[in-house]
């Protein structure tokens, strides 16, 4: 029965495609940016220490924790290619998507005995967490061009973006219930563990839950990928060869290499102030107490999500009238802005403010991007080895972007210093747009 819904530009086929947004998003916002950051610091702070001895020394809690997801985006960037050239070579790109999405799932759930005592397993359960969630996130991209129309990539795009969003909002209001009050769901600490964090330790559990159980919608009417032809032998030579025949193909493709360049320049920003504002809240904010300070992180996190719903709606209808280049240099733009006001912030209203500012063009930055890359590659059948470069371009970014950000942070001893570089990142996409083609 599933093939029969599996028919390019079916309702079923599109929504069944947005969907995998809704059941996987709730790792970049349970995890990435709400409730590990804070369980993370929470442990340190328990526990009255700074460093841990891991890797055959002593380290930090902010490099450790820096370093390790900088070398999780390094192999992330890595793999990514090789396995979308597989992938296209056996034309079968939906088990490697459920692959990396139980891995990832499995990883989430595993985030339960993260310790300063089981420090090893912990770390690799967030490493293969962010691999599971990026990697599978890349082939579902990858599926656009074979489940959507041109004309119907924009509004799919935003559709997925959207339902992630809220989907995710809904599962951390129910985490920040277990976190705040912890004695109605029954959770109880410990000597050892406080109940807050032991909830967090929860939270996890329903992330890597809610991700395998709702991913299989998608995999249900997802299309297996597109078959091959020829003798299959040397799997992984052929597909190192398919991503070079990629690479000289951009060669030939002037308005997608150029898009390519400004999105590699512009994510890089988008992605470091996804990863740590966070962070930056936490530090930079005067908050009344720990507590509020919990509280008005998670609180700032979700005006992000909804307001992101909106404004992902809102890019789709603008690119239908001015054209996808020209949305999407204004919203550079309107990243500037919010980049200078970051440096100015004080009070938690001020952050407030800055989450909902962020949302509007958040959600909106990446779906089109998405969608205009899709609309910019050649026709062709290996859809999943041109994403892996879009896949690859960003994970790079964001290794340089983060590394950039907390070199000067360090260097000028303080993190609003970085949210200036950051807006230098906006105005150099800004250009960069200017040199493509404003269509579509």
Sequence with gaps: ???????????????????????????????????????????????????????????ARAPLISYLTSA?????????????????????????????????????????????ENIYLGLVCYFFGL?????????????????????????????????????????????????MKPDIFGIEGDATE???????KYS???VGIWWILFSQYTFYYLPVGVKRKGVRKNIVFNGFMELKGVWHQLGNEVKLKRFLVAFFVYSMAVQTVMLIATYFGEQEINWGSDSERTTGLIVSILVIQL??????????????RFGNIRTLMVINILWVFICIYAYFLIT???????????????????????????????????????????????????????????????????????????GLFFLSGLFLLTRVDKKP
């Design 72 to 116: 999780a985006f390094l192999f992330i960037a890595f793999i990514t290619p090789l396995i979308s050239g597989i992938a296209d070579y056996l034309g079968n790109k939906k088990i490697f998507m459920k692959f990396f999405c139980y891995l990832g799932g499995i990883s989430c759930i595993g985030l339960y005995w993260f310790s300063l």
């Design 204 to 206: 996890f559990v329903t």
């Design 194 to 200: 406080v109940a807050e964090i032991k909830a967090m």
């Design 131 to 179: 691999v599971g969630f990026w990697v599978s996130f890349a082939i579902n991209n990858s599926y656009l061009p074979d489940i959507a129309f041109p004309e119907q990539q924009d509004s799919i795009s935003a559709k997925g973006f959207s339902l992630g969003y809220l989907g995710s909002v809904i599962l951390l209001l129910l985490n920040l219930a277990m976190v």
């Design 307 to 320: 307001v992101a719903i909106f404004g992902a709606t809102i890019t789709a209808r603008a690119s239908k």
């Design 1 to 59: 029965m599933a093939r029969t819904f599996a028919i390019k530009g079916s309702k079923k086929l599109l929504n069944a495609w947005a969907f995998y947004d809704w059941a996987n998003s709730v790792y970049s916002l349970v995890i990435a940016s709400a409730i590990f950051p804070i369980f993370y610091g929470a442990l340190f702070r328990v526990a009255d220490i700074e460093k841990v001895s891991v890797f055959g020394g002593e380290i």
């Design 348 to 422: 938690p209203i001020d952050f407030y403010i800055a989450a909902g500012c962020v949302g509007i063009v958040m959600g909106g930055i990446q779906a089109l991007s998405r969608s205009t890359y899709s609309k910019f590659i050649p026709e062709t059948t290996d859809t999943a080895s041109f994403f892996s470069f879009y896949d690859v371009a960003e994970k790079l970014g964001i290794v340089i972007g983060t590394f950039l950000y907390g070199f000067i942070a360090q260097f000028t001893g303080s993190m609003r210093n970085a949210t200036i570089f950051l």
